[in-house]
């Protein structure tokens, strides 16, 4: 086979791993769950210049919907919210502080406050839910989209550079082309699925709670309406 037909089908993988790449990118910042790779975009003005977070910041995972965000140094914490806000406006944002067990320049222990933000992610309510899931949809289509087109012009391609092939090496090229697609449109498919999951799990969990909320609320009237009901039969005897 041809270094010509090799390299259109290796920049037609390429092709497919950047559209898949940038859909998932796209997906992970549509905030569910804490994922750090939604603060990648989250950029920080620190003393005139924009830095990454993670120059300015350490992340971690409080649970499976919240971050907690840690400033090198204290005095930017300000504007790692602000930078935070800019990007993910969705995002509610805590300042919280954190006792941590440390040593005096003596080398006496001593606990010192630390403060950090806490990042909670929204909840998926009926109505994020139904934009979620259309975004995601729409995402979808335009990665699928993006690899149609990338398929056609790389089928234009391997038509020109055809008649200098042999039989074999077409026959060969047909087979590795359709392993290609196969491969890629599933690993697409997979990820735009795990996504519509992810959305409905965090859904049903927002229904569970009002649910139950719902339930609680109905067991504290009917315990108020039991108690005014024994009220009034005990005001009653005081009559009879």
């Not at 859909?23 to 569910?32: K, T």
């Not at 519509?196 to 139950?212: M, P, R």
Request: charge should be negative; glycine fraction near 4%.
């Amino acid at each position: 086979m041809r270094r010509a037909t090799i390299r259109e089908f290796d920049s037609l993988g390429e092709k497919y791993t950047n559209s898949i790449s940038v859909m998932d990118f796209r997906f992970r910042n549509l905030c569910i769950k804490s994922d750090p790779m939604a603060l990648l975009p989250v950029k920080v003005l620190i003393e005139g210049e924009l830095q990454n977070i993670e120059k300015c910041a350490d992340v971690g995972k409080d649970n499976d919907y919240q971050f907690m965000v840690f400033p090198k140094y204290e005095e930017d914490l300000g504007q790692i919210a602000k930078g935070i806000l800019e990007s993910h406006p969705e995002f509610k944002i805590e300042g919280k502080t954190m006792p941590i067990e440390s040593v005096d320049e003596n080398g006496n222990d001593q606990t010192v406050d630390v403060k950090y933000l806490l990042l909670t992610m929204p909840e998926v309510n009926d109505d994020r839910y139904k934009v979620l899931n259309d975004a995601v949809n729409a995402i979808y289509q335009e990665c699928k989209g993006q690899m149609e087109v990338a398929e056609a012009v790389s089928k234009a391609k391997f038509a020109e550079l055809a008649p200098g092939e042999t039989k074999e090496d077409l026959d060969k090229l047909d087979k590795e082309l359709k392993k290609l697609n196969k491969q890629w449109s599933e690993q697409r498919d997979k990820i735009h699925q795990a996504k519509l999951d992810e959305i409905d799990a965090a859904h049903n969990k927002w229904l569970a709670e009002q649910n139950a909320q719902m339930q609680q609320r109905t067991e504290q009237e009917n315990a108020r309406g039991e108690e005014a009901a024994n009220s009034m039969r005990m005001n009653s005897d005081d009559y009879e």
